[in-house]
């Protein structure tokens, strides 16, 4: 295996390639699980959410449209191609915000958010359990 930072940046590369196609109606089932986790959740005014490997900011639209302005619903991602994307549809939001960052070293506080999710992207990170020590962390 590559070590992590390789890893990353492979990852990076590919994700920033598939940027502009993510959202075509192929990918409905990313959408399907991720409409499945969030219903799960019961996200209240001024929830702070954060989506994982956002890609295009599906989940991340949705939650702002269910905090109505309030809270805030923010994404991260290795790919700033997909960040791209996600940050063309956030006109009509305040309450979003899209980080590049890895998984592994989140540049939040501690205890940050009242939610988090990671609906498509766990199985591409070199190092899951420093994901996890950082999703306990924040």
């Not at 990353?8 to 390639?17: A, F, G, L, S, T």
């Not at 940050?87 to 939610?115: G, M």
Request: with cysteine; glycine share 6%; aromatic share 12%.
């Amino acid at each position: 295996m590559v070590n992590s930072t390789e890893h990353i940046k492979v990852n990076e590369i590919k994700w920033d390639k598939r940027a502009d196609t993510y959202d075509l109606k192929i990918f409905d089932y990313f959408r399907f699980m991720q409409k499945k986790v969030i219903d799960q959740l019961n996200i209240q005014p001024n929830s702070r959410f954060l989506d994982l490997g956002c890609g295009t900011g599906w989940a991340v639209h949705q939650i702002a449209n269910k905090l109505n302005g309030d809270g805030l619903s923010v994404g991260i991602d290795i790919s700033e191609g997909m960040l791209k994307k996600a940050r063309q549809k956030t006109n009509a939001f305040k309450n979003i915000s899209f980080v590049k960052s890895s998984s592994d070293d989140l540049p939040f506080e501690d205890d940050y958010f009242d939610f988090i999710i990671c609906t498509n992207s766990f199985h591409h990170y070199p190092e899951p359990e420093k994901t996890l020590a950082e999703v306990k962390r924040v």
